[in-house]
């Protein structure tokens, strides 16, 4: 029911920049949380930044001020700019948001977006 499309991604350079956007269609009536995960092989899946309805957010510690979630609530899109990137930041990145569709409230993960940082 509910679709989740991420673009951006790629490789990059250490210290550079990329951005990451993820929309979100089909049957929604609400959102709350949205953001970004990301996972690395062998590794559990973990939060990189998120944004809630009220505009608060929560940012890893090894991306805090370097990395920046927002949302366009009318798109129901959600960005995650990244700046100064570091090697350890290379990982799939997957678009996460709460919803509520078909009446319920649920978890939707995009399919993963990867992104390479090279040193």
């Known amino acids: 029911q509910v679709q989740l499309v991420e673009s951006g991604g790629g490789s990059v350079q250490a210290g550079g920049s990329l951005s990451l956007s993820c929309a979100a269609s089909?049957?929604?009536?609400?959102?709350?949380?949205m953001g970004w995960y990301r996972q690395v092989p062998g590794k559990q899946r973990e939060l990189v930044a998120i944004?809630?309805?009220?505009?608060?957010?929560d940012y890893d510690d090894s991306v805090k001020g370097r990395f920046a979630v927002s949302r366009d609530n009318a798109k129901n899109t959600v960005y995650l700019q990244m700046n100064s990137l570091k090697p350890e930041d290379t990982a799939v990145y997957y678009c996460?948001?709460?919803?509520?569709?078909?009446?319920?409230?649920?978890?939707?993960w995009g399919q993963g977006t990867q992104v390479i940082v090279s040193s």
């Open positions: 996460y948001v709460y919803a509520l569709a078909g009446g319920r409230w649920a978890n939707y």
């Open positions: 089909g049957r929604i009536f609400s959102t709350n949380a």
């Open positions: 944004m809630n309805s009220d505009a608060s957010t």
